[in-house]
């Protein structure tokens, strides 16, 4: 990857390389735009390599800065990509030295950033964070439920456009992804009765999450893509449906909980084939509305539900893709407000 020309193409302030060998910290801190206020940054930790952290750091910034101005908040985007140091984390003491850490080399970045949980991260780690840094949000939120209520009222308000109707009484709906938010998001679609299949890389998870809820069906990972669904609601961890793979999909919405699913290329070739896309940015921002304004969770998320009714009826209106009209949406509140300078 030649950094330099994918900040450019995609429009980065910065890219930050985090390091603290007694704690083990490796991490990314990417900074896509501060141009309607200090970044706000999902802070992630799994294992992973190098490179996967830094194009994810890289699409998880830039997917901040568009939820940030859909949602009318006053942040830019940032993302803080955490490896998973090679001794782990479950002794308490090594995850409260990894987020003290973090929190402390990021402290000179406070007027810039601002840190939040993101997947493998919950309010105790902010709790850490908070202790080295003021730059930091959602100690005291759960997130994760959050996001998934606003994504479960997201994709009714994109069902009465893809579907013909918001209900979700036997609506076909594929989880690729039974985390916290995927769980919680099977959890208020089977209360309604939709039937629900799910898939996750750790198949136990899925079997067991079937078992609670009554009449769902186990797919794995690598055929969920194949089902016939009428939505396709993906969880995981980003880029989860491949541009190659397109052409497999039998669904007629893609609607999730997941940050940056598809790629610009996905985007388009999902719009070829005739998929309304929802994208993440629109649908998944009630967990970073919470967080940034204190709002409790049927708040945030009736927010999500107005944001992502707004797309869909210009969409209608206007015979574009809602990708495209989210996108266009949040890039003019950006330019507008960008426009009246710094305070």
Known sequence: MLIFDEMQSRGHEAVTLIQHAPSGLHAVLAVHSTVLGPAIAGVRLFEQDETIALKGALALSESLTLKAALAGLNYGGGACVVM???????????????????GRQVRPLESRVVLTEDIGVGPSDIGFLAQETPGTLGMHTDTSAITAYGVYRGIKASARYA?????????????????????????????EGAKLTLADVRPERAQALAEELDGSAVVPCSEILDLPCDVLAPCGYGHSIKSADVPRLQCRLIAGGEHHPLTRNGEAAVKEAGIIYIPDYAINAAGLIAAATGADAPQAAEQVYTTVS????AAETYMKAPHVVARRMAERRIDLIGSLGRA
């Open 84 to 102: 998973m140091p090679e001794s782990g984390v479950d002794d308490p003491h090594a995850r409260e030295a990894l987020f003290r850490a973090l």
């Open 163 to 191: 579907l013909g109707s918001e209900s979700m009484r036997g609506v076909r709906v594929a989880i690729l992804g039974v985390g916290a938010v995927g769980r919680a998001l099977a959890g208020h679609l089977h209360r």
């Open 310 to 313: 707004r797309i869909v009826a």
